[in-house]
C-alpha cells in the first residue's frame, strides 16, 4: 500500500518497502515503454503509408501499413501492405512482411477489375504473413474487385517443404493454385 506525504499527498519513498519500491520502478518502466512504443507509431503520420492494423503483444506492437502508388496520370496503380515490429528501445521500427500489388483495370479504367499479387517477402512461420494477407484482403473488399491473382515463385519449387507451405498459405485464404499461378474470386 502507498503511504501519501499528508500535506502534499506524494509517496514518500522512505515509507515504500522494496517490492513496493520495485513495483513502481516496473510501472514507470511499462509506461515509458509505451510511450516509447506511442511515439514510434506516431512517425508513420509523416510518411505516406496509413496504419490499417495494430495488435500489442507482450512488449512490442504489430503494426500492417497501407502505401497506395499512383502512376503519372494519379490512377491508383498498385496498393503495398507492410508489416512491422515496434519494440522499445528501438528507435525504427523493423520491417518484417512487405505484400506488393499491381491494380488491373478494365479496358475503360473506368472500375478496378483485378489486382495482381507482385510478390509477398518476410519473415516465415511467424504469422506476420497471413495478418498480412488477411490486412489486404479485408482492405480491398469494399473496392469491389472481382479478383486476386499472381504468379508463384520458382524458387519455393525447389523445396518441396517450402513448396507445400507456400501453397498451404495461399489455400487457407481461399486461392485456387494451377501450375504456378494463383487466383481467388472475390465479391461473388
Request: aromatic share 12%; net charge positive; hydrophobic share 35%.
Amino acid at each position: 500500500m502507498k503511504k501519501y506525504c499528508q500535506n502534499c499527498f506524494k509517496v514518500r519513498l522512505s515509507d515504500l518497502s522494496i517490492t513496493e519500491l520495485n513495483n513502481e520502478k516496473k510501472a514507470l518502466q511499462d509506461e515509458i515503454n509505451h510511450l516509447s512504443l506511442l511515439n514510434q507509431i506516431h512517425k508513420f503520420n509523416l510518411h505516406t503509408e496509413n496504419i490499417s492494423y495494430i495488435e500489442k503483444t507482450i512488449n512490442s506492437y504489430f503494426l500492417i501499413t497501407v502505401e497506395n502508388e499512383f502512376n503519372f496520370h494519379r490512377v491508383l496503380s498498385g496498393l503495398n501492405f507492410y508489416g512491422y515490429i515496434l519494440e522499445p528501445y528501438k528507435e525504427h521500427p523493423t520491417k518484417v512482411m512487405r505484400l506488393n500489388t499491381e491494380i488491373i483495370y478494365n479496358d475503360k479504367l473506368k472500375y478496378i477489375e483485378g489486382i495482381y499479387l507482385e510478390e509477398i517477402i518476410g519473415d516465415s512461420n511467424k504469422g506476420y504473413g497471413s495478418k498480412v494477407m488477411k490486412s489486404f484482403l479485408e482492405y480491398i473488399r469494399p473496392l469491389h474487385v472481382k479478383y486476386v491473382t499472381g504468379t508463384l515463385s520458382m524458387v519455393d519449387e525447389i523445396h518441396l517443404e517450402n513448396k507445400s507451405r507456400r501453397d498451404h498459405f495461399y489455400k487457407k485464404f481461399g486461392f485456387e493454385i494451377k501450375g504456378n499461378h494463383i487466383y481467388l474470386e472475390l465479391n461473388k
